[in-house]
């Protein structure tokens, strides 16, 4: 995989996407667990975009492990790093917890009750993945914009 895209690093490129992909996945998810209407208007669409964030999240860390070899070490590029590291786990979660909620409605709708006690330990489960992999995303971003510009001095650029 080439290091740039047209002279930009691809690690700040594929980041963007994902953290734009995983919060919607996060977001229907939820809503799909949580609101019965939305998961049937919704159909596998949560699995779905929850698919793409899977796929993201080993771009992103192997993009930034490229780019880790082009920048200096530092304290907060390690925390950074150990951080996109605790993400996959949380990604596999919601993608679980995804698929298992569509199959739970698609039986449902295909006349194959569901006990109430599944329904409701998967609506859990969701809220549980939805949680952790939020977090994760939001300590991985801050962990990284810190990393990116905690040596940087704005106020010589401040207009007076």
Do not use: C
Request: aromatic fraction near 6%; charge should be neutral; avoid cysteine.
């Amino acid at each position: 995989m080439p290091n740039d895209f047209y002279g930009l690093p691809l690690h700040p490129l594929i980041v963007h996407a994902t953290v734009v992909m995983i919060p919607l996945a996060a977001l229907t998810v939820l809503l799909s667990a949580l609101w019965p209407r939305f998961r049937a208007w919704s159909g596998p669409l949560p699995a779905g975009i929850s698919l793409i964030g899977l796929i993201l999240v080993p771009l992103s860390t192997s993009t930034g492990e490229t780019l880790e070899k082009h920048v200096a070490t530092s304290a907060l590029l390690e925390e950074h790093t150990k951080l996109a590291d605790g993400l996959l786990p949380w990604m596999i979660a919601l993608f679980t917890v995804a698929v298992i909620g569509y199959a739970i409605h698609w039986r449902s709708k295909h006349g194959h009750s569901m006990q109430r006690a599944v329904t409701v330990v998967a609506a859990v489960l969701a809220v549980v993945a939805v949680v952790g992999t939020t977090a994760q995303v939001a300590r991985i971003g801050h962990s990284g914009a810190k990393a990116a510009w905690d040596d940087t001095d704005m106020s010589s650029t401040a207009r007076p």
